[in-house]
């Protein structure tokens, strides 16, 4: 087995036993790797190693030679939940290790080839140990892992990318509430290998101004009856589009629509901007719980000098999950958005550095702060007579190693 065939087989590896994923732009990662984290997630037209694929694949036509990346993120959640009658509770999920793995080599002056691998979506919560009543033992757990193979094409001054995608995704919904009405207490986790792709494309039009833009196709996903036994517990057992509609199983990774614009000044300075869209209103799952498109605005300046880099960044997206009005399937899906599935943070602070240990090896981390926000949405259909009001902010920390050959 050659060294790329090896390498190879390791990324595929490691993919496949990867821990769980967790989110920022709604139920989507903002960024992969470090750098392109320290810079608000603003990569599709900034080129940052092999590790740029997840942003735009047409990327690796920047690339010089040859290099694998690995990082890990440290990600820690805080959400708390006032579960059916206002008592507060936390949620036990707050830690999570989400690692990627990239590899990238270029084999002639116009073409270069990758495979890498990261965790790109989640969410989940932990109320198995607040008051059984309130909060209902809930405890839910979505991932998604992409596993990247990329070709690219590159010429003097412009670039094209593709990227067949596949998808390995986890789903665990479980929750016991007052009225008895237990569902999935064994924790089943469904698991689904879904595939799609992803393209892109870059142009110089100067040698300081790079513009691009990217597309991640949609991935369909049906997760067992996760959803819909979830649903059952609720009342929600009817045919579709009546007044007690059954929840449907699938949820499947929406599309994204991204463009962006790099500006370096000196070999000094680089400032960044993107901006994407996350089509969950059109993605099966997702639009059934009231999910809308969600706009991504991202921003990053990175100062480089011999031998190290540092960097700092804004991402912001408004809130994706639209509340529903009153009436008892309504509530439930409020509900279920609010409290186990809380993807309603909004605005992100970014910054981070690197340092070249040697001519080969460079060393970078980033850390990401996303502030508090409070969100209350309508459940008197549930018979409740207080709203349901969640909180969720963010803390992450990564590391990343890139290795030049």
């Given at each position: ?134 909060h209902i033992r809930a405890k839910t757990a979505h991932t998604v892992l992409h596993i990247v193979p990329t070709i690219a094409y590159n010429q003097k001054d ?49 040698p300081e101004v790079t513009v691009a833009a990217s597309y991640e196709s949609e991935i369909a996903a049906k997760y067992g009856t996760q959803l819909s036994d ?53 993605a099966k799952g997702w639009k059934d719980f009231n999910w809308k498109d969600q706009a991504v605005i991202a921003v990053g300046g990175k100062y480089a000098a ?100």
């Amino acid at each position: 087995m050659n060294k790329n065939t090896k390498i190879v087989a390791a990324l595929i590896a490691l993919g496949l036993v990867s821990p769980m994923a967790y989110a920022t732009n709604g139920a989507v990662m903002m960024a992969v790797g470090s750098q392109n984290t320290a810079l608000g997630g603003s990569g599709v037209a900034n080129f940052t190693g092999a590790d740029s694929v997840f942003a735009n694949p047409a990327m690796l036509g920047k690339s010089k030679a040859s290099e694998v990346t690995g990082g890990i993120v440290l990600f820690k959640p805080t959400v708390t939940n006032d579960g059916m009658d206002g008592t507060a509770a936390t949620s036990d999920a707050k830690t999570s290790y989400i690692p990627d793995i990239s590899y990238s080599n270029r084999i002639s002056d116009s073409l270069t080839y990758g495979i890498a691998m990261a965790g790109i979506a989640g969410m989940g919560v932990d109320y198995t140990a607040a008051n059984a009543n309130t909060h209902i033992r809930a405890k839910t757990a979505h991932t998604v892992l992409h596993i990247v193979p990329t070709i690219a094409y590159n010429q003097k001054d412009y670039g094209v990318g593709f990227s067949p995608v596949m998808q390995y995704g986890t789903l665990m919904i479980s929750y016991n509430n007052p009225a008895g009405a237990a569902r999935n207490t064994a924790e089943k986790v469904d698991t689904v290998t879904a595939f799609g792709f992803s393209m892109g494309g870059y142009y110089n039009v100067t040698p300081e101004v790079t513009v691009a833009a990217s597309y991640e196709s949609e991935i369909a996903a049906k997760y067992g009856t996760q959803l819909s036994d979830a649903g059952t517990g609720f009342g929600l057992t009817g045919a579709a589009g009546t007044a007690l509609a059954a929840f449907g199983d699938d949820l499947n990774q929406p599309a994204q629509m991204k463009a962006g614009v790099a500006y370096t000044m000196n070999d000094a300075l680089t400032v960044t901007a993107d901006y994407k869209i996350i089509q969950y209103g059109s993605a099966k799952g997702w639009k059934d719980f009231n999910w809308k498109d969600q706009a991504v605005i991202a921003v990053g300046g990175k100062y480089a000098a011999n031998g190290y880099w540092l960097g700092l960044g804004y991402n912001h997206a408004d809130d994706p999950i639209a509340e529903l009005g009153a009436g008892q399937r309504n509530s439930t899906v409020n509900f279920f958005n609010n409290m186990m599935f809380p993807g309603v943070v909004k605005s992100s602070y970014t910054f981070g550095g690197g340092y070249a240990v040697s001519s080969a090896l460079d060393i970078d981390a980033a850390v990401v702060i996303t502030p508090e926000v409070t969100k209350s949405v309508d459940v008197s259909g549930l018979g409740l007579t207080t709203a349901n009001v969640t909180t969720h902010s963010q803390q992450a920390m990564s590391v990343s190693l890139r290795y030049k050959f």
